[in-house]
Protein backbone atom coordinates (compact mmCIF):
# COMPACT_ATOMS: atom_id res chain seq x y z
CA UNK A 1 0.00 0.00 0.00
CA UNK A 2 2.59 2.31 1.19
CA UNK A 3 4.99 1.32 -1.89
CA UNK A 4 2.11 2.09 -4.30
CA UNK A 5 1.67 5.38 -2.70
CA UNK A 6 5.16 6.40 -3.01
CA UNK A 7 5.09 4.87 -6.61
CA UNK A 8 2.02 7.24 -7.58
CA UNK A 9 3.82 10.02 -5.48
CA UNK A 10 7.21 9.80 -7.74
CA UNK A 11 5.25 9.02 -11.08
CA UNK A 12 3.11 12.74 -10.37
CA UNK A 13 6.24 14.16 -9.26
CA UNK A 14 7.80 12.95 -12.83
CA UNK A 15 4.59 13.59 -15.06
CA UNK A 16 4.54 17.23 -13.64
CA UNK A 17 7.17 18.25 -15.88
CA UNK A 18 5.12 18.01 -18.97
CA UNK A 19 1.71 18.63 -17.20
CA UNK A 20 0.26 22.51 -17.38
CA UNK A 21 0.37 25.01 -15.04
CA UNK A 22 -2.22 24.22 -12.49
CA UNK A 23 -1.96 28.07 -11.24
CA UNK A 24 -1.19 31.55 -13.50
CA UNK A 25 0.61 34.37 -11.50
CA UNK A 26 -1.39 37.66 -11.52
CA UNK A 27 0.11 40.71 -12.30
CA UNK A 28 -0.77 44.27 -12.25
CA UNK A 29 0.72 46.47 -15.20
CA UNK A 30 3.99 47.85 -12.44
CA UNK A 31 4.89 43.95 -11.62
CA UNK A 32 4.19 43.06 -15.28
CA UNK A 33 6.78 46.14 -16.68
CA UNK A 34 10.19 44.27 -15.59
CA UNK A 35 9.17 41.96 -17.71
CA UNK A 36 9.57 43.61 -20.62
CA UNK A 37 12.49 44.94 -20.14
CA UNK A 38 15.12 42.40 -19.19
CA UNK A 39 18.98 42.71 -20.09
CA UNK A 40 20.24 39.63 -21.21
CA UNK A 41 20.90 37.77 -24.31
CA UNK A 42 17.33 35.99 -24.55
CA UNK A 43 14.78 36.65 -26.80
CA UNK A 44 11.44 36.86 -25.21
CA UNK A 45 8.64 36.19 -27.05
CA UNK A 46 5.35 37.54 -25.41
CA UNK A 47 1.94 37.04 -26.80
CA UNK A 48 -1.29 38.93 -25.12
CA UNK A 49 -4.19 36.86 -25.77
CA UNK A 50 -7.57 35.67 -23.72
CA UNK A 51 -9.71 32.52 -23.55
CA UNK A 52 -12.74 34.60 -25.14
CA UNK A 53 -10.38 35.98 -28.01
CA UNK A 54 -11.07 33.50 -31.25
CA UNK A 55 -7.71 34.65 -33.17
CA UNK A 56 -6.01 34.50 -29.93
CA UNK A 57 -6.70 31.09 -29.46
CA UNK A 58 -6.60 30.07 -33.07
CA UNK A 59 -2.77 31.01 -33.03
CA UNK A 60 -2.03 29.61 -29.79
CA UNK A 61 -0.63 26.37 -30.88
CA UNK A 62 1.58 28.06 -33.19
CA UNK A 63 3.22 29.67 -30.27
CA UNK A 64 3.33 26.51 -28.15
CA UNK A 65 5.07 24.80 -31.10
CA UNK A 66 7.62 28.41 -31.10
CA UNK A 67 8.48 26.97 -27.49
CA UNK A 68 8.79 23.98 -28.12
CA UNK A 69 11.45 24.24 -31.40
CA UNK A 70 13.16 26.80 -29.16
CA UNK A 71 13.29 25.02 -25.62
CA UNK A 72 17.07 24.42 -25.68
CA UNK A 73 17.38 28.10 -26.99
CA UNK A 74 17.65 31.17 -25.29
CA UNK A 75 14.47 31.67 -26.55
CA UNK A 76 11.28 32.07 -23.37
CA UNK A 77 7.54 32.14 -24.95
CA UNK A 78 5.49 33.60 -22.27
CA UNK A 79 1.37 33.94 -22.78
CA UNK A 80 0.02 36.91 -21.31
CA UNK A 81 -3.31 36.21 -20.52
CA UNK A 82 -5.60 39.15 -20.32
CA UNK A 83 -8.52 37.19 -19.36
CA UNK A 84 -10.61 39.04 -16.54
CA UNK A 85 -9.72 38.12 -13.11
CA UNK A 86 -13.16 36.65 -11.83
CA UNK A 87 -12.88 34.01 -14.68
CA UNK A 88 -9.57 32.90 -13.14
CA UNK A 89 -10.85 29.73 -11.99
CA UNK A 90 -14.21 29.27 -14.58
CA UNK A 91 -12.53 29.96 -17.56
CA UNK A 92 -8.53 30.36 -17.68
CA UNK A 93 -7.10 27.01 -15.60
CA UNK A 94 -9.12 24.75 -17.37
CA UNK A 95 -8.21 26.11 -20.32
CA UNK A 96 -4.53 25.55 -19.84
CA UNK A 97 -5.10 22.34 -18.90
CA UNK A 98 -7.65 20.72 -21.31
CA UNK A 99 -4.89 22.15 -23.97
CA UNK A 100 -2.38 21.36 -21.14
CA UNK A 101 -0.57 24.53 -22.59
CA UNK A 102 3.44 24.02 -21.83
CA UNK A 103 4.78 28.01 -22.52
CA UNK A 104 4.36 30.21 -19.66
CA UNK A 105 1.20 31.53 -18.45
CA UNK A 106 1.09 34.79 -17.04
CA UNK A 107 -2.45 36.71 -16.13
CA UNK A 108 -2.20 40.64 -16.82
CA UNK A 109 -5.13 42.03 -14.25
CA UNK A 110 -5.02 45.31 -14.92
CA UNK A 111 -7.74 47.27 -15.99
CA UNK A 112 -6.40 50.32 -16.68
CA UNK A 113 -5.42 49.84 -19.56
CA UNK A 114 -5.04 53.57 -21.36
CA UNK A 115 -2.31 53.77 -18.76
CA UNK A 116 -0.13 51.43 -20.17
CA UNK A 117 -1.00 49.66 -23.83
CA UNK A 118 1.68 52.43 -24.61
CA UNK A 119 4.24 50.99 -22.55
CA UNK A 120 3.78 47.97 -24.37
CA UNK A 121 4.03 49.79 -27.62
CA UNK A 122 3.14 53.13 -29.02
CA UNK A 123 1.92 50.97 -32.27
CA UNK A 124 -0.63 48.86 -30.10
CA UNK A 125 -4.23 50.35 -30.52
CA UNK A 126 -5.42 47.24 -28.00
CA UNK A 127 -7.01 44.93 -30.02
CA UNK A 128 -5.43 41.47 -29.35
CA UNK A 129 -3.77 39.26 -30.28
CA UNK A 130 -0.99 41.48 -29.85
CA UNK A 131 2.89 40.17 -29.80
CA UNK A 132 6.26 41.80 -28.62
CA UNK A 133 9.17 40.02 -29.53
CA UNK A 134 12.30 41.27 -27.25
CA UNK A 135 16.02 40.69 -26.93
CA UNK A 136 18.24 43.85 -24.90
CA UNK A 137 17.14 46.61 -26.29
CA UNK A 138 16.19 45.11 -29.80
CA UNK A 139 12.38 44.68 -29.81
CA UNK A 140 9.49 44.94 -32.66
CA UNK A 141 5.83 44.47 -31.76
CA UNK A 142 3.19 42.87 -33.93
CA UNK A 143 -0.65 43.52 -34.04
CA UNK A 144 -1.98 40.89 -36.11
CA UNK A 145 -2.20 37.07 -35.79
CA UNK A 146 0.53 34.67 -36.43
CA UNK A 147 0.96 31.35 -38.23
CA UNK A 148 3.87 28.90 -36.96
CA UNK A 149 5.71 29.85 -40.33
CA UNK A 150 5.21 33.59 -39.87
CA UNK A 151 6.21 33.71 -36.13
CA UNK A 152 9.62 31.50 -36.91
CA UNK A 153 10.55 34.41 -39.61
CA UNK A 154 10.28 37.08 -36.90
CA UNK A 155 12.18 35.22 -34.54
CA UNK A 156 14.87 34.61 -36.38
CA UNK A 157 15.39 38.03 -36.70
CA UNK A 158 16.47 38.00 -33.16
CA UNK A 159 18.38 35.12 -33.11
CA UNK A 160 20.35 35.00 -35.03
CA UNK A 161 22.57 37.05 -34.62
CA UNK B 1 10.72 63.73 -67.07
CA UNK B 2 7.10 62.64 -67.50
CA UNK B 3 8.21 59.45 -66.19
CA UNK B 4 9.72 61.11 -62.62
CA UNK B 5 5.76 63.17 -62.78
CA UNK B 6 4.50 59.92 -62.91
CA UNK B 7 6.41 57.85 -60.42
CA UNK B 8 6.11 61.40 -57.95
CA UNK B 9 2.36 61.27 -58.94
CA UNK B 10 2.07 57.51 -57.77
CA UNK B 11 4.06 58.09 -55.26
CA UNK B 12 1.41 60.48 -53.63
CA UNK B 13 -1.70 58.67 -54.02
CA UNK B 14 -0.10 55.70 -52.38
CA UNK B 15 0.28 58.24 -49.60
CA UNK B 16 -2.85 59.24 -50.02
CA UNK B 17 -4.39 55.25 -49.91
CA UNK B 18 -1.80 54.36 -47.43
CA UNK B 19 -3.48 57.56 -44.75
CA UNK B 20 -6.66 56.87 -46.11
CA UNK B 21 -6.00 53.25 -44.57
CA UNK B 22 -5.51 54.58 -41.13
CA UNK B 23 -8.84 55.88 -40.64
CA UNK B 24 -9.63 59.76 -38.67
CA UNK B 25 -7.65 61.64 -36.71
CA UNK B 26 -8.92 63.99 -33.97
CA UNK B 27 -10.06 67.25 -36.03
CA UNK B 28 -10.74 65.52 -39.16
CA UNK B 29 -14.13 65.34 -40.85
CA UNK B 30 -15.99 62.08 -39.95
CA UNK B 31 -16.95 59.93 -42.97
CA UNK B 32 -20.59 59.77 -43.80
CA UNK B 33 -22.36 56.37 -43.66
CA UNK B 34 -25.71 54.91 -44.62
CA UNK B 35 -26.02 51.60 -43.16
CA UNK B 36 -29.32 49.41 -41.97
CA UNK B 37 -30.48 49.08 -38.52
CA UNK B 38 -32.02 46.38 -36.39
CA UNK B 39 -35.40 47.41 -37.55
CA UNK B 40 -34.69 47.14 -41.03
CA UNK B 41 -34.54 51.03 -41.83
CA UNK B 42 -31.35 52.78 -43.47
CA UNK B 43 -29.34 55.34 -41.00
CA UNK B 44 -27.28 57.79 -42.47
CA UNK B 45 -25.01 60.14 -40.10
CA UNK B 46 -27.03 63.29 -42.09
CA UNK B 47 -29.99 61.98 -40.56
CA UNK B 48 -28.34 63.29 -37.50
CA UNK B 49 -27.42 66.81 -38.44
CA UNK B 50 -30.04 68.76 -36.46
CA UNK B 51 -27.68 67.48 -33.36
CA UNK B 52 -24.77 69.08 -31.08
CA UNK B 53 -23.05 65.35 -31.57
CA UNK B 54 -23.38 61.41 -31.71
CA UNK B 55 -21.49 59.23 -29.81
CA UNK B 56 -20.68 56.65 -32.84
CA UNK B 57 -19.39 53.47 -31.26
CA UNK B 58 -18.20 50.50 -32.67
CA UNK B 59 -19.17 47.64 -30.75
CA UNK B 60 -20.61 43.77 -31.44
CA UNK B 61 -22.13 41.02 -29.70
CA UNK B 62 -19.55 38.07 -28.88
CA UNK B 63 -16.86 40.20 -27.41
CA UNK B 64 -16.66 40.35 -23.64
CA UNK B 65 -15.39 43.83 -23.46
CA UNK B 66 -18.35 45.04 -25.59
CA UNK B 67 -20.73 42.78 -23.41
CA UNK B 68 -18.85 44.35 -20.13
CA UNK B 69 -19.86 48.25 -21.42
CA UNK B 70 -23.52 47.52 -23.32
CA UNK B 71 -25.83 48.19 -19.94
CA UNK B 72 -22.92 51.74 -20.10
CA UNK B 73 -23.53 52.40 -23.47
CA UNK B 74 -27.35 52.43 -22.60
CA UNK B 75 -26.97 54.50 -20.12
CA UNK B 76 -25.03 57.06 -22.52
CA UNK B 77 -27.82 57.00 -24.56
CA UNK B 78 -30.27 57.62 -21.84
CA UNK B 79 -28.15 60.37 -20.55
CA UNK B 80 -26.88 62.69 -23.63
CA UNK B 81 -29.17 61.85 -25.97
CA UNK B 82 -31.82 64.72 -25.09
CA UNK B 83 -28.60 66.40 -24.59
CA UNK B 84 -28.00 66.32 -28.28
CA UNK B 85 -25.39 63.71 -28.04
CA UNK B 86 -27.08 60.27 -29.44
CA UNK B 87 -25.45 57.07 -29.62
CA UNK B 88 -25.20 55.40 -32.62
CA UNK B 89 -23.42 51.56 -32.55
CA UNK B 90 -21.77 50.14 -35.48
CA UNK B 91 -21.34 46.42 -35.36
CA UNK B 92 -18.43 46.21 -37.77
CA UNK B 93 -17.78 42.53 -37.75
CA UNK B 94 -17.93 40.17 -40.94
CA UNK B 95 -20.45 37.22 -39.42
CA UNK B 96 -18.76 34.34 -41.55
CA UNK B 97 -15.71 34.71 -38.99
CA UNK B 98 -17.66 35.39 -36.21
CA UNK B 99 -21.59 33.56 -36.34
CA UNK B 100 -22.10 35.45 -33.04
CA UNK B 101 -22.42 38.76 -34.63
CA UNK B 102 -24.43 38.28 -37.62
CA UNK B 103 -27.26 40.57 -38.42
CA UNK B 104 -29.79 38.38 -36.99
CA UNK B 105 -28.20 37.86 -33.79
CA UNK B 106 -27.78 41.76 -33.75
CA UNK B 107 -32.01 41.97 -33.84
CA UNK B 108 -31.89 39.22 -31.02
CA UNK B 109 -28.80 41.24 -29.00
CA UNK B 110 -30.94 44.38 -29.30
CA UNK B 111 -34.15 42.95 -28.34
CA UNK B 112 -33.09 41.23 -25.66
CA UNK B 113 -31.58 44.57 -24.08
CA UNK B 114 -33.78 46.77 -25.47
CA UNK B 115 -31.20 49.36 -27.23
CA UNK B 116 -32.60 52.35 -27.26
CA UNK B 117 -30.08 53.40 -29.71
CA UNK B 118 -29.45 52.66 -33.02
CA UNK B 119 -27.24 49.12 -33.72
CA UNK B 120 -26.10 49.20 -37.60
CA UNK B 121 -24.84 46.70 -39.84
CA UNK B 122 -21.36 47.33 -41.98
CA UNK B 123 -22.17 45.03 -44.27
CA UNK B 124 -19.65 44.61 -46.66
CA UNK B 125 -17.08 46.39 -43.74
CA UNK B 126 -16.20 49.58 -45.65
CA UNK B 127 -17.32 52.20 -42.61
CA UNK B 128 -15.12 51.01 -40.14
CA UNK B 129 -12.15 51.00 -41.89
CA UNK B 130 -12.90 54.60 -42.59
CA UNK B 131 -12.88 55.34 -39.32
CA UNK B 132 -9.78 53.58 -38.60
CA UNK B 133 -11.25 51.42 -35.46
CA UNK B 134 -9.35 48.68 -34.69
CA UNK B 135 -11.63 47.03 -32.11
CA UNK B 136 -14.45 46.23 -30.08
CA UNK B 137 -15.90 48.67 -28.20
CA UNK B 138 -13.76 51.79 -30.23
CA UNK B 139 -15.62 55.25 -29.39
CA UNK B 140 -15.52 58.22 -31.51
CA UNK B 141 -17.26 61.04 -30.54
CA UNK B 142 -18.27 63.78 -33.28
CA UNK B 143 -19.15 67.23 -32.89
CA UNK B 144 -21.51 68.85 -35.70
CA UNK B 145 -19.84 72.08 -37.29
CA UNK B 146 -22.74 73.04 -39.07
CA UNK B 147 -22.07 71.27 -43.04
CA UNK B 148 -20.15 68.21 -41.00
CA UNK B 149 -19.47 66.47 -38.68
CA UNK B 150 -16.21 66.68 -36.73
CA UNK B 151 -14.19 63.62 -34.74
CA UNK B 152 -13.35 65.45 -31.70
CA UNK B 153 -12.43 62.10 -29.47
CA UNK B 154 -11.48 58.22 -30.04
CA UNK B 155 -11.06 55.77 -27.86
CA UNK B 156 -12.15 54.33 -24.51
CA UNK B 157 -15.74 55.02 -22.83
CA UNK B 158 -13.60 55.15 -19.61
CA UNK B 159 -10.80 53.82 -17.55
CA UNK B 160 -12.17 50.49 -16.28
CA UNK B 161 -14.23 47.79 -18.26
CA UNK B 162 -14.15 45.40 -15.55
CA UNK B 163 -15.68 46.90 -13.10
CA UNK B 164 -17.77 50.43 -13.70
CA UNK B 165 -17.89 51.25 -9.28
CA UNK B 166 -14.00 51.65 -10.23
CA UNK B 167 -13.98 53.97 -12.49
CA UNK B 168 -12.22 56.70 -11.87
CA UNK B 169 -12.10 58.75 -15.36
CA UNK B 170 -15.15 58.89 -17.60
CA UNK B 171 -12.59 60.05 -20.58
CA UNK B 172 -16.00 60.04 -23.12
CA UNK B 173 -18.52 62.16 -20.74
CA UNK B 174 -15.59 64.31 -19.79
CA UNK B 175 -14.86 64.95 -23.86
CA UNK B 176 -18.92 66.07 -24.21
CA UNK B 177 -18.85 68.25 -20.92
CA UNK B 178 -15.60 69.91 -22.57
CA UNK B 179 -17.74 70.52 -25.79
CA UNK B 180 -20.51 71.58 -23.90
CA UNK B 181 -18.52 74.26 -22.10
CA UNK B 182 -17.27 75.70 -25.57
CA UNK B 183 -13.88 74.29 -24.50
CA UNK B 184 -11.50 72.17 -26.84
CA UNK B 185 -11.85 68.43 -25.76
CA UNK B 186 -8.87 68.32 -23.07
CA UNK B 187 -8.58 64.48 -23.14
CA UNK B 188 -8.82 63.54 -26.77
CA UNK B 189 -7.48 60.34 -27.40
CA UNK B 190 -7.19 57.28 -24.94
CA UNK B 191 -6.60 53.35 -25.51
CA UNK B 192 -8.48 50.01 -24.45
CA UNK B 193 -7.95 46.51 -24.72
CA UNK B 194 -10.34 45.42 -26.91
CA UNK B 195 -11.40 42.38 -29.30
CA UNK B 196 -10.03 42.68 -32.82
CA UNK B 197 -12.34 43.90 -35.98
CA UNK B 198 -13.17 40.50 -37.30
CA UNK B 199 -12.68 40.03 -41.12
CA UNK B 200 -11.61 37.27 -43.64
CA UNK B 201 -7.99 37.31 -43.83
Known amino acids: MAKTTLFLMLFMLTAGFSEAQKSVPVYDFDAFKPLLHRQNDTTYVINFWA ?54 VI ?55 | MKNTLLTLLSLLMLGYSALAGEGVKVGDKAPSFRLQNVDGRMVSLSDYDEKTGVILIFTCNHCPYSVAYEDRIIALDKKFATQG ?27 EKDFPFPYLFDKGQEVYPEYGAT ?22 IDDNYQNEEY ?35
Open chain 2, 135 to 156: RTPHVFLLENRGSDFEVVYIGA
Open chain 1, 107 to 161: LLNDPRSNSWIDQVSPEWSGAIPATLIYRGNMRQFYERSFTILEIEKELENFIRY
Open chain 2, 85 to 111: FPVIAINPNDPSVQPEDSYENMILRSQ
Open chain 2, 167 to 201: VEEKYLENAIADIQAGRKVGNDFTKAIGCTIKKQK
Open chain 1, 51 to 104: TWCKPCVEELPAFETLNENHKNEKVRVMLVSLDFIRHYDSKLIPFIEERSLQSK
